[in-house]
């Protein structure tokens, strides 16, 4: 049974970067052919997919987030990290991780909890 865990600090300041983990237990990020993946939902709106990284450390961005988006890896944790730049109050949401069978979040298996991130001064 896969399960992910996301962590991270839920306020930030604008103008700084976003930090988030994901821990994984009961699958390997580096030997499952998923797309490992951000997912965002802020306030009254629907879900945004953010970007993923592969088994193999490819990644892939949202072209609206692209400019701001970091996705890595740490393998020998099992845990893949979200960065986002430059936050501003729109960027308040509730981020996930997940385990997805392609590009967006239509085709993701298993989901973490969730984390609320506010962006504030």
């Known amino acids: 049974q896969v399960q992910l865990q996301e962590s991270g600090p839920g306020l930030v300041k604008p103008s700084q970067t976003l930090s988030l983990t994901c821990t994984v237990s009961?699958?390997?990020?580096?030997?499952?052919?998923?797309?490992w993946s951000w997912i965002r939902q802020p306030p009254g709106k629907g879900l945004e997919w953010m970007g993923a990284?592969?088994?193999?450390?490819?990644?892939y961005y949202s072209p609206s987030l692209k400019s701001r988006t970091s996705i890595s890896r740490d393998t020998s944790k099992n845990q893949f990290t979200l960065q986002l730049s430059s936050v501003t109050p729109e960027d308040t949401a509730v981020y996930y991780c997940?385990?997805?069978?392609?590009?967006?979040?239509?085709?993701?298996?298993?989901w973490g909890q969730g984390t609320q991130v506010t962006v504030s001064s």
């Open positions: 997940a385990i997805c069978d392609g590009l967006g979040y239509a085709d993701c298996d298993s």
């Open positions: 009961g699958a390997s990020i580096t030997t499952n052919y998923y797309y």
């Open positions: 990284t592969t088994y193999s450390g490819s990644t």
